[in-house]
């Protein structure tokens, strides 16, 4: 099995950056495709971006040009980079793992996830 932890999320004025990590473990890691979804309160969770192990990977509209998938294989860790923050931003952040032969933005693709770390941006 896989299990996830997320850490960085915290209050953040607008306009500014934060780095989420997720750290996995489990020895196949390297193998899975690993993604960040969202979810604010009374809302459905929303892809963000993921990537695989080549390090391909692919990006929400919401977050193109702002935000940047990352994966250290060796140190089983996920990370995401969000700069130029929006109040829309808001949201508890998950990462997530699947065995997905290719991209994934559906969450129900998905096998593992996380606890979420919140993110809140304040104006």
């Known amino acids: 099995q896989v299990q996830l932890v997320e850490s960085g999320g915290r209050l953040v004025q607008a306009g500014g950056s934060l780095r989420l990590s997720c750290a996995a473990s489990?020895?196949?890691?390297?193998?899975?495709?690993m993604a960040w979804f969202r979810q604010a309160p009374g809302k459905e969770r929303d892809f963000v971006a993921a990537?695989?192990?080549?390090?391909?990977?692919t990006f929400a509209d919401s977050v193109k040009g702002r935000a940047t998938i990352s994966r250290d294989n060796a140190n089983n860790t996920l990370y995401l980079q969000m700069n130029s923050l929006k109040l829309e931003d808001t949201a508890v952040y998950y990462c997530?793992?699947?065995?997905?032969?290719?991209?994934?933005?559906?969450?129900?693709?998905?096998?593992?996830w996380g606890q979420g770390t919140q993110v809140t941006v304040s104006s």
């Open positions: 990537v695989m192990w080549t390090g391909f990977s």
């Open positions: 489990g020895r196949a890691f390297s193998s899975y495709t």
């Open positions: 997530a793992a699947g065995r997905n032969p290719r991209l994934a933005t559906g969450a129900t693709q998905y096998d593992y």
